[in-house]
Structures are given as structure tokens and as C-alpha cells.
């Protein structure tokens, strides 16, 4: 991997509403809606951080139907991403942003979300 392309992985990591994402994605597949609704971001803010985790790698969607499910890379063959994802939870550990984020899951509804 040229040091170019590895600048783009870091400069992926440096903002926190994509950290946010990540650790999002930790619990469980997410769509856009869920995220917007717990991020309280516009969806073109919440896309626009989803394309660039997609483009280098940390993130994939998945289309379901109507939705597009968004979640780790589970078939990642970057060794810097497999590693940055792997050490994702020691970095990027639950503050009370993060942890917040992670008990909101939980009451987001997709169906009610998606449909507004």
C-alpha cells in the first residue's frame, strides 16, 4: 500500500462522526435512516461519511430490499484495515458519546424511520 493511499485511511479516521459509525457498526448492520436518526446529522451528511468508510475499505453495504445495510468489512484483504478494524475497539473505546450511540440502536426502528 503506497503512503497516498494510507493518508486516505487516516484522514477516513479523522473525524469523529465517522468514528462514531464505526463503533455504530460494531453492534450491528445499520442503514442510513438509523444513522442519521441517532447521529441527528442530515442524510447527506451521514452518506457522504458511509462513501468515504466505503472507498477505503473499513465499511461495505449490502442492499436489502429497500434499504442498503452498511457494516464492517467482514471480507476486507487490506492487512492495514484488518488491523485498524481489530484494534478499532481499544482505540475508539465507549465514552459516553460512543455509548450512547451504541443504547439508541436499540430503539431505532427502521420501518418508522425510512418512511416518514
Known amino acids: 500500500?503506497?503512503?497516498?493511499?494510507?493518508?486516505?485511511?487516516?484522514?477516513?479516521?479523522?473525524?469523529?462522526?465517522?468514528?462514531?459509525?464505526l463503533k455504530m457498526?460494531?453492534?450491528?448492520?445499520?442503514?442510513?435512516?438509523?444513522?442519521?436518526?441517532?447521529?441527528?446529522?442530515?442524510?447527506s451528511t451521514v452518506s457522504e461519511h458511509l462513501r468515504i468508510l466505503e472507498a477505503v475499505g473499513f465499511i461495505i453495504?449490502?442492499?436489502?430490499?429497500?434499504?442498503?445495510?452498511?457494516?464492517?468489512?467482514?471480507?476486507?484483504?487490506?492487512?492495514?484495515?484488518i488491523s485498524i478494524l481489530s484494534m478499532l475497539p481499544f482505540w475508539v473505546s465507549n465514552d459516553t458519546v460512543t455509548s450512547s450511540d451504541v443504547e439508541k440502536i436499540n430503539s431505532v426502528d427502521r420501518n418508522k424511520l425510512c418512511c416518514k
Not at 503506497?2 to 462522526?17: G, M, Q, R, T, V
Not at 457498526?25 to 442524510?43: G, H, M, N, S, Y
Request: proline share 3%; aromatic share 4%.
Open 1 to 21: 500500500m503506497l503512503i497516498e493511499e494510507k493518508a486516505k485511511l487516516f484522514k477516513a479516521l479523522s473525524d469523529p462522526n465517522r468514528l462514531r459509525i
Open 25 to 43: 457498526l460494531q453492534a450491528r448492520k445499520l442503514c442510513v435512516c438509523e444513522i442519521t436518526e441517532i447521529l441527528e446529522l442530515a442524510t
Open 61 to 81: 453495504g449490502e442492499k436489502d430490499g429497500k434499504w442498503v445495510n452498511y457494516m464492517l468489512n467482514p471480507h476486507c484483504c487490506d492487512a492495514t484495515v
